[in-house]
Each structure stands twice: as structure tokens, then as C-alpha cells.
């Protein structure tokens, strides 16, 4: 790529024109293209290559000239800011790309003086290997700052001291008095008056593009009435745990001992032993908000087919009254053949639900005895694999021995393999000198072709523009006046004049807004009829609903005493008896467990927990079981 002295000069002062406050980094490279364009396509593609890495790279090169500028630098130009940026971003990230005989050529089209000193404050090993590079490392990682940027740096630091050396010695050279010599008479041409370029036509504007309308609000916002829907929801979860909190209450109270009667020897100073009750685990507070009472709305579709159910319920019923008046036949002994059967099914189900309630219950038990037997086991297996171990241990031992002894031969080989390291290095580097050298000569033959190609197509615009003047420059022939109110005699059927025919059209458009309010007042009468038709279907279905909720409700209180009544199933006995005897045989094996020696680990309470956990949710059924049972003339006696 061609870096000359324009490119380094054009690239830092657009670098001076950023701001980082105000620009990003996107649109300055946009406006920095747009004010490039009296450059070469392969100069202005070099200047927006070293912009782009100059602002992606701005934190660390910002890092360096700031240092610059507080330390040597004091007495160089604010201006030449943009110009140190640029040569140490060269310096640290383009250099293995261009290589040194070039970056040797950038720097010396510069002022020497000034990449004098930059170069040899940049370049100091001392300044590289200490603030540098822990400066670099609060920005990037450490280990990537290290091996990335400042070995490399280190690398080429022979080279640089010799370009520093070479340019202390040019400096030194331009300072000594120059021998003056006799002036000769210049010939000077003729002061001819240049013609003028003709200027390039003025490009047509751009179009700009409707705004578009913006996002409504709604369409990130909850609807209202789903908001009330979860403050609803939140409000009867509220209520249904506080119900089961005053349930459980009652429940503990019930199942709390009452005092033992005291001894006839003891009389009345025995005190009564009381059982501390089971902890309550309550749920964490929450916050709910009692709502207003919101209807759920319907849209009209929605009443019009809840207001025909009705209807065609109301119709069934009526036929129904008829058909009985005309003599038809009642369904009373089938209603009620019907309500036996669905209570033995609901009978069924409820000692189905039991049993399966007994069989988890049972299934339990037997998973604690497994884990039981299963305890016993990894005790054993346990003894076992120490003894793997301790073998394991000796063997892996005497591996180790023999790993040592390889890898001492290991290293006696690596130590002969690395004495040819630095030929084949310098081989190596030799090679990639040859590579860079040959890719920069094909690079400046083909900025050459691209330059020509360019001119080319300067010069084709040029002749398109000439001609394109020339027919503009064309005389052309104005149009005759036009007499709206003339008609134009072609002898054509219902011909008239401009005038005539925009009036009529105005009288077509009067007619067409008339018929427009009209149907405009049809639809607003027709809106209003229907509006009203929907609030009284809205007040049938509203009536409907409340008689439907009332029966739902009588069905329900009707379920809830048939499902009150225990059942006495023999399979739900036989159950209850297997859970009984596989609890009696946990508590024994439980016990054996305790009698034997404590193990080295922490003991797990679980299964002991778990255990008291299902006995108190058997009590507890037990108790509302009772409280549910309806009591009996006897029993209230007794």
C-alpha cells in the first residue's frame, strides 16, 4: 500500500478533527470519505485504513502521546497530535505488514526533528517493558498485550536504534553551514492566462423519504383488563392461603393433648404434661391488591352467540312444558335410576383415589426399606474399594518412577534439538523478508493500473458532461397560449370547454359528498339499534348466568356431603393393614440401624423426617375424615 507523505498528512489532520464526545466512529469515517474525494482511489482507501485502526486502536495509542506530550514533547505543536497517533499505530500494528525499509521511508518524509524524539521515547525498552505495557494491560489482557504488541516491539528494537542513529546523524548533517554560491540567471517562462476549467453540473438532490409513523404505545403496554385479570388472580390466592393457614390452625388445636388428670396419690399439685406442638412452616408474605369489581368484556360476536345459547336453551325448555301439558311422558324414574348410578361412580372413584392414595403410601415404605437394605450395601462395597485404592495407589507409585526416568531423557533430546534453532530462525526470517519485499512491488503495480483505469474514466465523464452541455445550450420552441373557456371544434358528441367540464365536475362531487352524509347518518342510525339490541342481550345472558351459577352452586354442596362419608372398601382395609405392617418392619430396621457403630460422616436425618411427615398428613386426613362424618343421635348422647 502506497504510505507517502500526503496520506500521513491527510489522515492525521482528519484524526485532529475527531471528537470523541460528539462523533462516532462510524459516521466519521463516512464524512472523512466524503471530504476525501480529490484524492486517488488508492490514497483515499491508505487514509481510511489508518483512520479505522487509528479509532479502533484509540485508547492505547491515546496512551502513548499523552505520555509523549507530558514528558519530551512539551515543545512540539498540539496539531502534530494526529501525526504521532498515526506513525505509532504503524509502528505497533502495521509493521510486520509493511516492513521495516518502508516504515523507514514514512518516517523520513516527515520532519526529522520531531519523529527524532517520538521514535526515541516510543522505542525505549525501559518505557516499553514498564508504564506501557501495565497502561496497555488496564485496557486489554495482560498475557495478549505482552505477546501481541511489545515482543514484537522488542524484536525490531536493533533495527530502530540504527533508524534513530541514522537520523540523529541526517539531523546533525542538515544543521551544518552550507557553502553559498554564486547566483545564476534563471530563465523564466511567458505569463500566459490559463482558460478556466468548466465546472461540473451541480448533482441533483437527493429525494428524502416520508417519515414514518412511529410504534404506538400500546403495543408494549399489558392491556388494562389483563392487569385486572392478575390483580384478581394474586387477590383469591391471598384469601385461599389464608383459609388453609386458619385450617391448619384449627387443626394443630385439635390435635394438641389435653392435660393428663393427675394420679389419686399425687391429688392436686401434679402438673400436667404438655407436648410442645409441630412447627408451622408459613409461606413468605405477600402483597396483593383488592380490585374493583371489572367485568370481563365481550365484543359483540361473543354476545350474540352467548345471547343465542340462551335463547335456544329457552326454546328446549319451553317445548319441553309443552310436550308435558300435552301428555307427555316424565323422565323422573330415569333422573333418578341416573343419580344411583353416578353416586356409585362417584363412590368408585372415591375409593380408587384412596387406594391409590395407600399404594404411594405403601410404595414409600418399601422404597425406605430399600434404602435400608441399600445402606448396607455401600458399607460393604465401600470396604472393598478402599482395598482398590491402596492398590491403585502402589501402582500408580511405580508408574510415576518410570515417568520421571522418560521424561529425563526427554529433556537430554530437546536439549540437543534446540542448538539448530537459531539457523532455521534466521533461514525463516530471511525467507519472509524476500515474500514482503516481493507482495509490496505487486501492490504498487497494481495501484499503477488503478490509477490509469481512474484517469480514463475521468476523462470519458469529461466528454459525457461536454455533450451533454451542448444539447442543453439547443433552442427550443415555446408553446401557444391555451384558451380554457374555447372549445376545441372537433366535432366530437357533448364537446366542451375546460371551464364547462371543471364545473360539472364540481357538481358531480357536490352529489357524491350529499349521498356520502346520507349513508354516513344510515350507518349511525343502524349502530345505535344495534347497541341497543346487545344491552338486552347482555341483561339476558347476565340473568342467566346468575341462575346458572346458583344451580352450579346446589350441585356443588350436594357432592360435598356424599363425598364427606368414609368408605369401608376391603381393598382399602387390606391396603391400610400392608402400609401398617411395612411401617412396623421400617421402625425395626431403623432401630437395628442406631444399635450399630456411627459411622466417620454426618448423619442425614431424612428418612426419619420424611417418615414424620407422612404421619402427620395421615392424622391430619383422620381428623377432617371425622370432623367431615355427620354425627349420630347415639353418638351425640354417648
Not at 69 to 88: E, H, K, M, T
Request: glycine share 4%; aromatic share 4%.
Amino acid at each position: 500500500m502506497a504510505y507517502d507523505r500526503k496520506c500521513l498528512e491527510a489522515a492525521s489532520a482528519q484524526l485532529n478533527k475527531f471528537r470523541p464526545e460528539k462523533d462516532s466512529p462510524e459516521q466519521f469515517l463516512e464524512a472523512a470519505s466524503a471530504t476525501l474525494q480529490s484524492l486517488s482511489p488508492p490514497r483515499r482507501a491508505c487514509v481510511l485504513e489508518v483512520l479505522a485502526g487509528c479509532l479502533e486502536h484509540r485508547r492505547l495509542l491515546e496512551v502513548v502521546v499523552d505520555a509523549f506530550y507530558a514528558r519530551d514533547g512539551r515543545l512540539c505543536r498540539g496539531a502534530d497530535r494526529g501525526l504521532f497517533q498515526v506513525v505509532c499505530y504503524l509502528a505497533t500494528f502495521q509493521l510486520e505488514e509493511l516492513g521495516f525499509p518502508l516504515f523507514c521511508e514514512v518516517v523520513a518524509s516527515q520532519p526529522l526533528d520531531k519523529m527524532l524524539k517520538f521514535l526515541r521515547f516510543f522505542f525505549n525498552p525501559l518505557n516499553l517493558c514498564s508504564w506501557i505495557k501495565d497502561e496497555w494491560s488496564l485496557v486489554y489482557d495482560g498475557s495478549h498485550v505482552k505477546e501481541s504488541w511489545i515482543d514484537p516491539l522488542m524484536r525490531w528494537q536493533p533495527e530502530v536504534q540504527k533508524l534513530i542513529r541514522q537520523l540523529q546523524e541526517a539531523l546533525a548533517s542538515q544543521h551544518l553551514p552550507q557553502k553559498t554560491k554564486a547566483k545564476v540567471t534563471e530563465p523564466r517562462g511567458f505569463n500566459l492566462t490559463l482558460p478556466k476549467p468548466r465546472a461540473l453540473p451541480m448533482p441533483e438532490p437527493v429525494p428524502s423519504l416520508a417519515k414514518p409513523r412511529p410504534v404506538p404505545g400500546s403495543t408494549y403496554q399489558v392491556p388494562e383488563e389483563q392487569q385486572r385479570l392478575e390483580m384478581i388472580k394474586r387477590f383469591n390466592r391471598w384469601k385461599a392461603e389464608e383459609l388453609l393457614l386458619r385450617a391448619n390452625v384449627e387443626e394443630l388445636r385439635c390435635a394438641m393433648p389435653r392435660a393428663r388428670a393427675g394420679s389419686p396419690g399425687q391429688g392436686s399439685q401434679a402438673k400436667p404434661r404438655l407436648r410442645a406442638p409441630p412447627r408451622i412452616r408459613r409461606t413468605p408474605k405477600l402483597t396483593f391488591y383488592r380490585p374493583d369489581h371489572v367485568p370481563v368484556k365481550l365484543n359483540t360476536a361473543a354476545i350474540l352467540r352467548e345471547g343465542a345459547l340462551y335463547q335456544r336453551e329457552v326454546e328446549k325448555e319451553l317445548q319441553r312444558v309443552d310436550k308435558l301439558v300435552d301428555g307427555a311422558g316424565d323422565f323422573s324414574e330415569f333422573l333418578e335410576w341416573q343419580k344411583k348410578m353416578q353416586a356409585r361412580d362417584r363412590e368408585e372413584q372415591l375409593v380408587a383415589d384412596e387406594c391409590r392414595r395407600l399404594q404411594g403410601k405403601l410404595s414409600h415404605e418399601e422404597a425406605a426399606l430399600a434404602r435400608h437394605s441399600l445402606v448396607q450395601e455401600n458399607k460393604q462395597k465401600a470396604d472393598r474399594k478402599k482395598e482398590e485404592t491402596a492398590e491403585l495407589m502402589q501402582q500408580r507409585a511405580e508408574q510415576r518412577l518410570q515417568e520421571e526416568r522418560a521424561a529425563k531423557e526427554l529433556v537430554g533430546q530437546v536439549a540437543e534439538t534446540q542448538k539448530n534453532v537459531k539457523a532455521a530462525q534466521a533461514r525463516l526470517l530471511k525467507g519472509r523478508r524476500q515474500a514482503a519485499q516481493e507482495l509490496t512491488d505487486e501492490r504498487r503495480e497494481l495501484l499503477q493500473r488503478s490509477a490509469q483505469a481512474a484517469a480514463e474514466e475521468r476523462r470519458r465523464r469529461g466528454e459525457a458532461v461536454c455533450l451533454l452541455r451542448a444539447l442543453e445550450t439547443r433552442p427550443t420552441r415555446k408553446g401557444k397560449a391555451v384558451d380554457l373557456t374555447q372549445v376545441a371544434g372537433h366535432g366530437l358528441e357533448g364537446e366542451m370547454s375546460v371551464v364547462e367540464l371543471r364545473e360539472r365536475l364540481a357538481l358531480l362531487g357536490e352529489a357524491r359528498r350529499r349521498q356520502q352524509e346520507e349513508t354516513r347518518d344510515r350507518i349511525v342510525r343502524g349502530r345505535r339499534a344495534r347497541g341497543r339490541e346487545l344491552r338486552a342481550t347482555l341483561e339476558q345472558i347476565a340473568l342467566c348466568r346468575a341462575a346458572a351459577g346458583r344451580a352450579a352452586a346446589l350441585r356443588w354442596e350436594e357432592k360435598k356431603g356424599r363425598s364427606a362419608q368414609p368408605s369401608q372398601d376391603e381393598r382399602v382395609l387390606a391396603l391400610r393393614r400392608r402400609v401398617e405392617e411395612r411401617a412396623a418392619e421400617r421402625r425395626r430396621q431403623g432401630t437395628l440401624l442406631q444399635g450399630s457403630p456411627p459411622r466417620a460422616s454426618r448423619p442425614r436425618p431424612r428418612a426419619q423426617l420424611e417418615a414424620q411427615h407422612w404421619l402427620e398428613l395421615e392424622q391430619s386426613g383422620e381428623r377432617r375424615l371425622r370432623a367431615l362424618q355427620p354425627r349420630s343421635p347415639a353418638r351425640e348422647a354417648a
